[in-house]
């Protein structure tokens, strides 16, 4: 009797020409990479899992990253001018940013000064510990200026877990959702990995991105393995992202 073996079917065999939305591999502004070393060492791992468009994303958080248009713009060109022509020829870096959803984001969102992802995408994030009193209005508030509000990694906010219903909520508000590809093992946890399941088997996943912040992240990325199913639906979601903001 003959066994047949299933192939294994690894994320990184999906991520050739991936467009990557959310990463955090601009030197020294956030908790991402720490100085030009690591931005390079990060871009060139990256770039070998076949990822040549980066959008990298540094948090804006007034009380821990109070970034500005200034410091991500120094920060993007710090790591251009450190890039060897080659590797720039073969990669796009367009910066934007990480939102945290709070009052300092609410008025920088009146002056309509954000760093979108492209065009009116503008990617944001919540606490993890509690979400925004008023974060119905915030989301309204982003709508009504023009932007579309792509809400990072929604499978990680856990007060959600027990309340799976508020997700269909947020859609209708009008939040496009962007899944951590890390969270399709148990990298942050197994609750995590079976909200992102649940979310993705419900389709309320629009768009995915790596979050990358060190070369940990790229090590699990890189040996991460799919079930049939996930590998089918993530090839979708994958496709879609790569669509929606690739500038080639």
């Known amino acids: 009797m003959f066994h047949f ?7 990184k065999d999906l991520l050739e020409d991936f467009v990557d939305i959310h990463n955090h591999i ?19 791992k990256m770039k070998a899992l076949g990822i040549k468009q980066f959008i990298p994303t540094p ?16 920060a993007y060109q710090v790591l251009l001018g450190a890039l060897d022509s080659k590797l720039l020829a073969s990669i ?30 503008v990617l944001v994030e919540m606490s993890y510990f509690q979400a925004p009193i008023n974060l119905e209005d915030i989301i309204f508030k982003i709508k009504t200026q023009g932007y579309i509000p792509v809400l990072a990694h929604p499978e990680r906010y856990s007060f959600y877990h027990n ?7 947020l859609k209708q508000l009008g939040c496009i959702f962007q899944l951590n590809l890390l969270s399709l ?11 992102a399941s649940y979310l993705m088997n ?8 790596t979050d990358i912040h060190n070369e940990k992240h790229i090590s699990k990325l890189s040996n991460l393995v799919l079930n049939k199913r996930k590998h ?5 979601i994958i496709n879609h992202t790569n669509r929606t903001f690739s500038v080639i």
Not at 163 to 169: D, I, K, S, V
Not at 232 to 236: N, V
Request: aromatic fraction near 12%.
């Open 5 to 11: 073996f299933s192939k294994k079917l690894f994320l």
């Open 26 to 44: 601009l030197p020294g502004i956030d908790d991402g990479a720490k100085n030009i070393e690591d931005s390079l060492r990060l871009i060139k």
């Open 59 to 74: 948090h804006v958080m007034q009380d821990f990253y109070p970034n500005t248009d200034e410091t991500i713009g120094d």
């Open 92 to 121: 796009t870096l367009n910066p934007a940013a990480e939102y945290m959803m709070d009052s300092h984001f609410e008025s920088l969102l009146e002056s309509r000064n954000l760093f979108t992802l492209k065009k009116n995408y």
């Open 163 to 169: 309340h799976l219903e508020y997700y269909e909520r």
């Open 185 to 195: 093992s148990d990298h942050y946890g197994k609750n995590v990995e079976k909200t």
């Open 202 to 209: 419900e389709k309320l996943i629009d768009f995915v991105g």
């Open 232 to 236: 089918e639906d993530l090839k979708e």
